[in-house]
């Protein structure tokens, strides 16, 4: 169980250091084609293409994020179906034991009770 934490301790990480990066090339990228000595026509063009670039990453990785949920959504429904499938067999099997006990506790009481009778019968 404390692999699956770290797992998902370590793809969160993940993502955090992701989106750290992708966000401090994206203002680098900014900032090298406003300082450079270009014309405003040709900096508007670049940034646009610059922008383009980055949205386009930007829905590759939001795309990664969902096929990821996706996964782990299912893993958590295949985890969860394993863990309804054990609850019922411990379940039945608790239940087999109450019947075989209380089958048990009947034929004791019933050869108790004819003990008893006899007992009773001998001593009358």
């Given amino acids: 169980m404390s692999s699956d934490n770290n797992y998902s301790s370590n ?5 955090g250091v992701a989106a750290a990066l992708f966000i401090g ?4 990228g900014i900032l090298g084609i406003l300082f450079a000595p270009k014309s405003g026509k040709e900096t508007r ?3 646009i293409e610059k922008s383009e670039k980055i949205i386009e990453k ?5 795309e990664d994020v969902v096929e990821k949920t996706k996964d782990l959504t299912q893993v958590g429904r295949q ?7 054990a609850g019922e067999e411990i379940w039945e099997k608790g239940k087999k ?7 048990k506790i009947k034929t004791v009481v019933s050869v108790s009770k004819t003990k008893a009778k006899e007992t009773e019968d001998y001593l009358s």
Avoid: M, P, Y
């Fill in 11 to 15: 793809r969160s990480n993940a993502g």
């Fill in 25 to 28: 090339l994206a203002i680098g």
């Fill in 45 to 47: 063009k670049e940034l």
């Fill in 58 to 62: 930007g829905k590759e990785g939001f």
């Fill in 79 to 85: 985890k969860l179906e394993e863990l309804k499938i």
């Fill in 97 to 103: 034991k109450v019947e075989d006990t209380a089958k």
